[in-house]
């Protein structure tokens, strides 16, 4: 679906409106199911169902998890009995089937941000829309801000949302 407004700021300047017209199709919003990414999730529902557009949610598996201990691992991570790297895509397929978007899941192996976005190229999205942080404490230093990083590397428009 095509949304359009009337004049870009561009225009507003030289006092010239004219209509200005977005399509956004399809959606890729990347998920490990903590709360930036739940608020993104929020977010990308509601302006695919606004646009029209389908959506896909995906989790990265970098493999590293496997390194941790078990209790790191299922601590604060299990949501009805549902770990954190599925969390996320449970939580993006139900809100798009409450809402009647078209929602595709999947997991993805390798780097975070690179492969958020290829797979945003390669499944020719118009967006991406990225919670602001994920990981917390030592996990966040080593590893550095995942949005930050798919801003930077993507060609394609980021959206970025900041959870309370």
Same mark, same amino acid.
């Given at each position: 679906?095509?949304?359009?407004?009337?004049?870009?700021? #561009?225009?507003?300047?030289?006092?010239?409106?004219?209509?200005?017209?977005?399509?956004?199709?399809?959606?890729?919003?990347?998920?490990?199911?903590?709360?930036?990414? &739940?608020?993104?999730?929020?977010?990308?529902?509601?302006?695919?169902?606004?646009?029209?557009?389908?959506?896909?949610a995906?989790?990265?598996?970098?493999?590293?998890?496997?390194?941790?201990?078990?209790?790191?691992?299922? #601590?604060?991570? &299990?949501?009805?009995? &549902?770990?954190?790297?599925?969390?996320?895509?449970v939580i993006?397929?139900?809100?798009?089937?409450?809402?009647?978007?078209?929602?595709?899941?999947?997991?993805?192996?390798?780097?975070?941000?690179?492969?958020?976005?290829?797979?945003?190229?390669?499944?020719?999205?118009?967006?991406?829309?990225?919670?602001?942080?994920?990981?917390?404490?030592?996990?966040?230093?080593?590893?550095?801000?995942?949005?930050?990083t798919? &801003?930077?590397?993507?060609?394609?428009?980021?959206?970025?949302?900041?959870?309370?």
């Amino acid at each position: 679906m095509k949304v359009c407004i009337k004049g870009s700021a #561009d225009d507003l300047k030289l006092g010239d409106i004219k209509e200005v017209c977005y399509a956004i199709d399809k959606i890729l919003v990347p998920t490990d199911g903590s709360e930036p990414a &739940v608020a993104a999730t929020e977010y990308a529902v509601v302006l695919a169902k606004t646009f029209g557009a389908k959506l896909m949610a995906i989790y990265v598996d970098t493999g590293l998890e496997a390194l941790e201990y078990p209790e790191e691992v299922m #601590d604060d991570d &299990v949501f009805e009995g &549902v770990h954190s790297s599925v969390k996320g895509l449970v939580i993006a397929k139900t809100m798009c089937e409450r809402n009647g978007v078209e929602c595709e899941v999947s997991v993805i192996q390798g780097g975070v941000a690179k492969r958020i976005v290829a797979t945003a190229q390669e499944w020719g999205a118009d967006m991406i829309v990225c919670g602001d942080t994920g990981r917390t404490g030592l996990k966040r230093i080593a590893l550095g801000s995942v949005a930050e990083t798919v &801003v930077k590397g993507s060609p394609i428009p980021v959206l970025v949302i900041k959870a309370d």
